[in-house]
């Protein structure tokens, strides 16, 4: 049987420009500033995102594929999954070990990727494809927090949201996050989540300051990507990657901190932004959490968790639940 492969792109086609210039207005008129961080991750920034799971310091990565390959036959068997949707997917590298238990048990008929990256989708979409030859890959191009339409793919569902995405949200965004996920999943689906579980404050914060800088030029990207999209005049020499535990909400917070007093403009928003020396930029959130309380804020949003696991150093779970 002939695989097949389709990639379809839902983003209006002055999404990327509309949208990044709502969030820098609302962020840039914000005290302190701050960016939504999913405009990290451009090309470059999904390059550099790549080469951050390799480093020693940035261990969710390694955690959760250790998770993953002990129990995705597991996985298999309470989804029973037709299709595996995987939001965020990025490059679907853990994907594999859930496809592979997936087809093993012979329930899946396709793979639905989304992300707002067509370029990932379209690499990862194009070596999946060649690899299961026996399932449908139907890639989508869109940003699935205003909404998720899974009518044309068929149940049971599996949805993942791996990679500790969800921390990138604060708890109101995951509220409505949740929401979106109920309107689009039936009472046979199921929802697999991977998170970052709170720890020791000083591994969290090497692990978003590593002694190489890439996560330092991971974050600076942001600043290429204003001053390509918007006009801006950001120097990206004139400030510092900064990684500070909260303690109060349980997240790291990447910061680029200005070294001196400057003025940038960005045209695209017709705004100046003003930094006082040692002044921030926020940039990512990421969320760290406690078992019994992410339990509570799902269970609040009308999802039951059936199942969880963690590594065996206990620093990350995955967590499957059911609307
Ligand atoms: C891809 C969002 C899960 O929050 O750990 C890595 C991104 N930021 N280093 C995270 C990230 C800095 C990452 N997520």
């Known amino acids: 049987m002939p695989s097949r492969f389709s990639l379809d792109n839902r983003l209006p086609a002055d999404y990327v420009t509309n949208?990044?210039?709502?969030?820098?207005?609302?962020?840039?008129?914000?005290?302190?500033?701050?960016?939504?961080?999913?405009?990290l991750y451009d090309k470059r920034g999904s390059d550099l995102f790549e080469l951050i799971t390799r480093l020693p310091e940035y261990y969710p990565t390694l955690a959760e594929?250790?998770?993953?390959?002990?129990?995705?036959?597991?996985?298999?068997?309470?989804?029973?999954?037709?299709?595996?949707?995987?939001?965020?997917?990025?490059y679907s590298r853990k994907t594999r070990l859930l496809l592979d238990a997936l087809t093993a048990r012979g329930s899946l008929l396709r793979y639905a990727p989304l992300d707002i990256s067509s370029s990932a989708l379209a690499e990862a979409g194009a070596a999946i494809r060649a690899d299961y030859p026996e399932i449908t890959v139907s890639a989508t191009?869109?940003?699935?927090?205003?909404?998720?339409d899974l009518d044309a793919v068929p149940g049971p569902r599996l949805?993942?949201?791996?990679?500790?995405?969800?921390?990138?949200?604060?708890a109101g965004q995951r509220r409505a996050f949740y929401r979106t996920l109920s309107f689009a999943l039936g009472p046979d689906d199921?929802?697999?989540?991977?998170?970052?579980?709170v720890k020791d404050p000083t591994v969290l914060v090497r692990a978003y300051d590593d002694a190489k800088g890439v996560t330092a030029q991971f974050n600076k990207n942001l600043l290429y990507v204003l001053n390509r999209e918007l006009g801006a005049d950001f120097d990206p020499d004139g400030f510092d990657h900064v990684a500070?535990?909260?303690?109060?909400?349980?997240?790291?917070?990447?910061?680029?901190?200005?070294?001196?007093?400057?003025?940038?403009e960005i045209p695209g928003i017709g705004l100046t932004a003003q930094f006082a020396a040692g002044q921030d930029l926020r940039t990512e959130i990421s969320c760290k959490f406690r078992p019994e309380l992410l339990a509570d804020e799902l269970a609040e949003s009308g999802f039951a968790v059936s199942h969880w696991w963690?590594?065996?150093?206990?620093?990350?779970a995955l967590l499957m639940a059911s609307p």
């Not at 949805?159 to 604060?170: E, H, M, P, R, V």
Request: charged share 25%.
């Open 244 to 264: 500070h535990w909260n303690p109060a909400d349980e997240r790291i917070e990447m910061r680029l901190r200005a070294r001196t007093r400057q003025a940038v």
């Open 310 to 316: 963690t590594d065996q150093d206990e620093r990350c």
């Open 190 to 197: 199921v929802l697999l989540l991977g998170v970052d579980l």
């Open 141 to 148: 191009v869109a940003d699935y927090e205003s909404g998720l």
């Open 65 to 90: 594929r250790e998770i993953i390959s002990r129990r995705s036959s597991e996985i298999a068997s309470y989804s029973r999954a037709a299709t595996l949707v995987e939001l965020g997917s990025g």
């Open 159 to 170: 949805l993942a949201f791996l990679g500790s995405t969800l921390g990138n949200y604060d």
């Open 19 to 39: 949208a990044l210039r709502a969030d820098a207005t609302a962020g840039f008129r914000a005290a302190p500033y701050e960016m939504p961080s999913k405009w």
